[in-house]
């Protein structure tokens, strides 16, 4: 079983950065697949980004350009880097991996876009 635990989330202004953290308890390149999925008040949950583990990297149409997914290995860690923050980016951020047909989630952190 994998364990995810998501961290980095919180306030900041239009246009600011931030950046999440999500650690796995196993491996990255253990896992299918890893990524990031968002939802906000009233809404579905949504695709972020998800990264096919040694293959290619999906962003939502809405956040391209925008945010980036990257991996470090050695600390079984995935970071999503958000720039250029949106009102509209306001969300519970979930981490999500993939593995041999199951599917996991982390808790979900709040981010916050406000001034």
């Known amino acids: 079983q994998v364990q995810l635990v998501e961290s980095g989330g919180g306030l900041v202004q239009p246009g600011g950065p931030l950046r999440l953290s999500c650690a796995a308890s196993r491996s990255i390149s253990s896992l299918n697949n890893m990524g990031w999925y968002r939802q906000a008040p009233g809404k579905e949950r949504e695709l972020v980004a998800t990264m096919i583990i040694g293959r290619y990297i999906r962003y939502a149409d809405s956040v391209q350009g925008r945010f980036s997914l990257s991996s470090e290995n050695a600390k079984n860690t995935l970071y999503l880097q958000m720039n250029r923050l949106k009102p509209e980016d306001t969300a519970v951020y979930y981490c999500?991996?993939?593995?041999?047909?199951?599917?996991?989630w982390g808790q979900g952190t709040l981010v916050t876009v406000s001034s």
């Open positions: 999500n991996a993939g593995v041999v047909g199951l599917e996991i």
